[in-house]
């Protein structure tokens, strides 16, 4: 009987073992993947530095720290993707470093079992950042989340693309006039730190409206309050559109070094 059916799939062109591939299961060539994303760095306008997750953040939740509901769902195939759900909540974030609570989003509100519980770990896992106004003083603020479980197929390990960062205004950038703002006394910057750097919003008349400490900053609340006291006496030539009109300038970046070390550097970015 073997023997006839082993002739009878040589007759239609199959092999056995051609055969049996056909019967694998499909879910084990798929992978699920949990991401942490922070949706913005720039929440809160009354803060100079936003309230922040320490480095390293995107690998402190993993797939088995949910139930098997969070990746269950309607399938959802699109460029290498299987199965994907958003969620999205406010992380609440302490003066004194620790997280207070997480709001879930309208939007997420039926998944509140899944944002405990990743709350729960963020809270067991990680480390943070308060935020500080102008002055210095440590300061509560939130972050905007997104968490994101999704199940790829076999050979898409990266899971989905982050969204484009915002194309840059695409002209000629400003240009800071009294660049020894960007010297910072000895002994600033906390080492290992050699920089530190921070977002300006410029309007038309080159005056600096906004200041944000970008992810490098002095290591110290003192230090990057310093950074946008130095700003408040900033003179730039604007930046000029393609019709050669001035313009305001969103998110230029500036970077500060110390007296004595390499001369100051200055990055564009923004639009």
Known sequence: MRVF???CLAAIGLSPLATAQTVADPAQENKKIVRLTIDSDLDDPTLIRPARLADGYETWLVPDDFPAHAFAGK????GGVVFGRFLSFDLHIGADDKVTRCEPSPGSADYTDLLEQACRLIQDRGHFMHGIDS???PQPGKRAMTLRFVIVASGQDHGPSPAPYPAGYRNSPPVLNNRELL??????????????????DIDERGRVKRCRI???GTGSDTGD???CRKMETARFEPAVGPDGKKVAARSHFVTFTEQG???????EAGE
């Open 135 to 137: 002055s210095g003083q």
């Open 75 to 78: 399938p959802n195939v699109t």
């Open 225 to 227: 309050a310093l950074l």
């Open 5 to 7: 059916s082993l002739l």
């Open 214 to 216: 970008a992810r490098q």
């Open 183 to 200: 010297v910072l006394p000895s002994g600033t910057l906390v080492p290992p730190r050699d920089s530190a750097s921070i977002w300006v």
């Open 261 to 267: 070390k390499m001369e100051p550097m200055r990055m």
